[in-house]
C-alpha cells in the first residue's frame, strides 16, 4: 500500500481554500484496488461552514503526527496573516511520548475528501471543542459497531487490517482499544503499526516474519511528508498501550525501519504459511 501527500495550493473557487490532494494505491500485499484520488479541505471561511446539524453525524477524529499540525499552522499564516484559525489537535493521552494525537475532520459517507474542522467552526457553531471531540468519538464508534467483524480483514500471511473502506479514519482504531483486543494475534502483545492515517495493521510481538512484512509495509510510507512511523504495544491483560519496544528476553522481535534490515531478516526468516 502507498500513499504520497503532495504539497498544497490555492483552489480556484476561493483565495482561502487550500486544497490537500492525496494519492493513493492498495497493493496487493495490503487488500488490492485501484489508485484513488482524495483531498482534504482547509476553509476558515465562516460564511462557507456547513450547519452543525447537517454535519454533526459526519464528525470523526483522524489521527495523525504533531508535524501535521505545524504544518497546516503554516499554510493557514500563507492564507491570511491576519486570520486567527487555528487547527483542532489533541496529543493521544493515553499513548505519552507516541508524537500522535488527532483532529476533527467532516467526513462524507464517501471518505475520499473530508474538511478538517478549524477554531472557526467552533465560533461558526456556537461549541467548544470538548462537545466536538465527543461527538466525534460517538460517531466512530458507532461506525465500527456497525461493521461488526467487516472491521477487520485478516488477510493470508495472518496481519490484521482495518478495513481500508475506512481510509483516513483506519488509524484512529487506536483510540478505542476494545476494538483491537479482540482479535487473536496468536502469539505474545498486539503490536499495532501505523505507516499513515489510512492503514493500521495488527501483529503478535512473537511473530518474527509478520513483523518483518508490517516494517516492509510501512517503509512503503517513507515518502509521505507526515508519516506516522509510530508502532504500539496494547498489553491486553493491564489494559495499557505504549510505543512498541521489543523484550528479546521475552522473545519478542523489532519491526524492521530500514530497507537493508528488511532485506536482511527476508534472508532468515521463516516464510509465512498462508491461509486458505
Given at each position: 500500500?502507498?500513499?504520497?501527500?503532495?504539497?498544497?495550493?490555492?483552489?480556484?473557487?476561493?483565495?482561502?481554500r487550500?486544497?490537500?490532494?492525496?494519492?493513493?494505491?492498495?497493493?496487493?500485499?495490503?487488500?488490492?484496488?485501484?489508485?484513488?484520488?482524495?483531498?482534504?479541505?482547509?476553509?476558515?471561511n465562516?460564511?462557507?461552514?456547513?450547519?452543525?446539524?447537517?454535519?454533526?453525524?459526519?464528525?470523526?477524529?483522524?489521527?495523525?503526527?504533531?508535524?501535521?499540525?505545524?504544518?497546516?499552522?503554516?499554510?493557514?499564516?500563507?492564507?491570511?496573516?491576519?486570520?486567527?484559525?487555528?487547527?483542532?489537535?489533541?496529543?493521544?493521552?493515553n499513548?505519552?511520548?507516541?508524537?500522535?494525537?488527532?483532529?476533527?475532520?467532516?467526513?462524507?459517507?464517501q471518505?475520499?475528501?473530508?474538511?478538517?474542522?478549524?477554531?472557526?467552526?467552533?465560533e461558526?457553531?456556537?461549541?467548544?471543542?470538548?462537545?466536538?471531540?465527543?461527538?466525534?468519538?460517538?460517531?466512530?464508534?458507532?461506525?465500527?459497531?456497525?461493521?461488526?467483524?467487516?472491521?477487520?480483514?485478516?488477510?493470508?500471511?495472518?496481519?490484521?487490517?482495518?478495513?481500508?473502506?475506512?481510509?483516513?479514519?483506519?488509524?484512529?482504531?487506536?483510540?478505542?482499544?476494545?476494538?483491537?483486543?479482540?482479535?487473536?494475534?496468536?502469539?505474545?502483545?498486539?503490536?499495532?503499526?501505523?505507516?499513515?492515517?489510512?492503514?493500521?495493521?495488527?501483529?503478535?510481538?512473537?511473530?518474527?516474519?509478520?513483523?518483518?512484512?508490517?516494517?516492509?509495509?510501512s517503509?512503503?510510507?517513507?515518502?509521505?511528508?507526515?508519516?506516522?512511523?509510530?508502532?504500539?504495544?496494547?498489553?491486553?491483560?493491564?489494559?495499557?498501550?505504549a510505543?512498541?519496544?521489543?523484550?528479546?528476553?521475552?522473545?519478542?522481535?523489532?519491526?524492521p525501519?530500514?530497507?537493508?534490515?528488511?532485506?536482511?531478516?527476508?534472508?532468515?526468516?521463516?516464510?509465512?504459511?498462508?491461509?486458505?
Amino acid at each position: 500500500m502507498t500513499s504520497q501527500e503532495s504539497r498544497a495550493g490555492k483552489s480556484g473557487e476561493s483565495e482561502q481554500r487550500f486544497t490537500f490532494s492525496v494519492k493513493k494505491c492498495e497493493s496487493e500485499g495490503a487488500v488490492g484496488g485501484k489508485p484513488t484520488p482524495k483531498s482534504s479541505v482547509l476553509n476558515v471561511n465562516q460564511e462557507e461552514i456547513e450547519d452543525f446539524a447537517a454535519v454533526r453525524t459526519k464528525i470523526f477524529p483522524v489521527l495523525k503526527a504533531r508535524s501535521w499540525v505545524d504544518r497546516t499552522k503554516g499554510l493557514l499564516s500563507q492564507m491570511d496573516p491576519n486570520n486567527k484559525a487555528g487547527v483542532l489537535y489533541s496529543p493521544l493521552k493515553n499513548v505519552p511520548g507516541s508524537g500522535l494525537g488527532y483532529t476533527l475532520a467532516i467526513i462524507d459517507d464517501q471518505p475520499d475528501s473530508l474538511s478538517y474542522i478549524l477554531t472557526s467552526h467552533l465560533e461558526a457553531w456556537g461549541t467548544s471543542e470538548s462537545v466536538l471531540q465527543e461527538v466525534a468519538m460517538g460517531n466512530l464508534e458507532k461506525k465500527f459497531d456497525a461493521l461488526g467483524h467487516k472491521l477487520w480483514i485478516q488477510s493470508k500471511t495472518g496481519i490484521y487490517y482495518v478495513n481500508t473502506a475506512l481510509r483516513s479514519l483506519s488509524a484512529s482504531v487506536v483510540l478505542l482499544p476494545r476494538f483491537i483486543e479482540r482479535l487473536d494475534v496468536e502469539s505474545g502483545d498486539h503490536v499495532i503499526v501505523l505507516p499513515s492515517s489510512d492503514l493500521c495493521m495488527v501483529v503478535g510481538s512473537k511473530m518474527e516474519t509478520r513483523l518483518c512484512i508490517v516494517g516492509e509495509m510501512s517503509l512503503r510510507y517513507s515518502s509521505d511528508p507526515h508519516h506516522l512511523n509510530t508502532s504500539l504495544r496494547l498489553n491486553k491483560a493491564r489494559k495499557v498501550m505504549a510505543k512498541y519496544t521489543p523484550k528479546s528476553f521475552a522473545g519478542e522481535f523489532s519491526i524492521p525501519s530500514t530497507a537493508e534490515e528488511v532485506a536482511g531478516l527476508k534472508l532468515r526468516v521463516q516464510p509465512v504459511k498462508r491461509k486458505k
